[in-house]
Every structure is written in C-alpha cells, then in structure tokens.
C-alpha cells in the first residue's frame, strides 16, 4: 500500500487501485482514470480535468482511459473564420488536448506528456452550430515517445485527422 496525500493506493499488478470518491487533485484523477475508464456522467464530476484552453474553448471530455479519450466542442462564432467556418487552429488545439491527456493516460497517470509535432489534416469544413466530435486513440506508445492519432467527426461525416506525437517527461522543468 502506499498513500498519497489522504488517498490510499493499493498495489495491484502495475496499477495502484483507488476509489472515485477518493480522488481529491488533478494528479489522482489521472491515476484513476489510467486504470478505471470514466464516462461523461464521472468526468462531469471533475470540471478540473479541462486545461484553461479548454474551457475557454468550451471542450467537453465523454470518455478518458488509456484505450482512448473523447470530446466534443460546440462551434460557435467564437470559434469561426470570417468566412465562418470552423478555425483549424480549432481542430488542432482539440487534438492537442485530447491527445495530450490520452498520453497522460498511457503513460499511467503520473507523468506529464508534451506535444512535440501536432499533424492535423483538415478534410471538410464545418461552421457555426456544429459540433466537432473527436476520438484519440494509440498508434503506438513506448517509455519516452508516442505516437496518437485523433480523428475528428461531425455529423458522423469525418472532418480533420491529427497525428499527433507526444513525449513522455521524467522530470519536468522547475521540480513540478
């Protein structure tokens, strides 16, 4: 066993086992969420999970494990070109957030994952009202890099893809 701050992990095989109504930082959620997949109804529960640029962008996560995260973002004229159709800096900016936390995911919760090459390929515009549906999922993931592809959806019609490469640090800047 082994406790971190008021939650109690108990090991089991590479996983530390905790409850959902344990979880009490950022930092336990992921743990959590590493080894127990979450639905829209738990992550609701957790508005922490959503970075600043996320919540700016109104994203919202409906699914986190380390088998893929999923969310949606409604387009509105915030969100537009001046010709107003959905921004790619849009599209792009939801696979780094989504693919980011799925990294997080993978690596088991605990470490911090960075974006090192953000690859987004735009393949049908969609505009104001709409809502960008997107699913990262795992290409391949090792010790240090991986490899995540986020494809994202609306009206069930695809609309960009991004592969998207991450890094996994060891030790983060400043002892954080």
Known sequence: MWCYGSVLFVRWGNLWAMDLA???TTMDLFRYAAQTPMGSAEL??????ASPMDKSLGVRYLYAGADKVEAEVAVTEALVQPWGKAHGGLYATLAESVGSLL??????????VVGVNNSTNFIRATGSGS???AVGTVVTAGKTTQL???TMTSDH???A????RTIV???VPGGR
Do not use: M
């Open 131 to 133: 809502t960008i549906h």
């Open 103 to 112: 990294g997080v995911l993978v690596a088991g919760g605990d470490l911090p």
């Open 161 to 164: 893809e991004t592969s998207l």
């Open 169 to 171: 640090l060891r030790s």
């Open 157 to 159: 019609q695809l609309v």
């Open 44 to 49: 609701a529960r957790f508005p922490e999970l």
């Open 22 to 24: 344990d979880i009490s």
């Open 148 to 150: 995540l592809r986020v």
